[in-house]
T-cell receptor, first 112, second 114 residues
């Protein structure tokens, strides 16, 4: 079946540091890939997505590239802010199946 | 943005009692989902619906039932609550047909079973 594996957290960074969160997946078809973010006390929000190989999704300074050869979709941001403190979830939706499969989530804390 | 509200936001209930959580959307999106969120597990799908009276089970459906008698409402019922069902429950809608559409999530219901 489909699955998503994220790097374990928690991750603690200083402001303006570089952030990478690794995500790899297994899928039977050709999935679409997503990153969601959950701020404290809130629901999940779609951060970015990519729907085919070599696509780069980007939003709010975050980027992730769909790498089919390595089945990866790593999230990066060049200079984090305190306001980026949140839980980040990698997810996939496989062809013919609208359901999303989520990774376990990575908690990121950015210190001033 | 699609309007999606969950109620209640918080609930404490006793073991063995039935509990119903409500998800309401203000637009006529066809696909709706119930997930639970637990530390170390991410989000796990409980049940989903692809239209009125059309529902199906997710990966952790035991002990839960759902109903969708109107497009806008998707109800999750814990038939006899247990402590293992203490969790945060999220409802989500999908704003288009196809794998390229992400979800919009509600704010969640924090359920404690004592």
């Amino acid at each position: 079946g489909d699955s998503v594996t994220q790097m374990e957290g928690p991750v603690t960074l200083s402001e303006e540091a570089f952030l990478t969160i690794n995500c790899t997946y297994t899928a039977t078809g050709y999935p679409s890939l997503f990153w969601y973010v959950q701020y404290p006390g809130e629901g999940l929000q779609l951060l970015l997505k990519a729907t085919k190989a070599d696509d780069k999704g980007s939003n709010k300074g975050f980027e992730a590239t769909y790498r089919k050869e390595t089945t990866s979709f790593h999230l990066e941001k060049g200079s984090v802010q305190v306001s980026d403190s949140a839980v980040y979830f990698c997810a996939l939706s496989d062809q013919g199946d609208y359901k999303l499969s989520f990774g376990a989530g990575t908690t990121v804390t950015v210190r001033a | 943005d699609a309007g999606i509200t969950q109620s209640p936001r918080h609930k404490v209930t006793e073991t063995g009692t039935p509990v119903t959580l409500r998800c309401h959307q203000t637009e006529n999106h066809r696909y709706m989902y119930w997930y639970r969120q637990d530390p170390g597990h991410g989000l796990r799908l409980i049940h989903y619906s692809y239209g009125v009276k059309d529902t199906d089970k997710g990966e952790v459906s035991d002990g839960y039932s759902v109903s969708r008698s109107k497009t806008e409402d998707f109800l999750l019922t814990l038939e006899s609550a247990t402590s293992s069902q203490t969790s945060v429950y999220f409802c989500a809608i999908q704003q288009g047909a196809g794998v390229n559409y992400g979800y919009t999530f509600g704010s969640g219901t924090r359920l404690t079973v004592v």
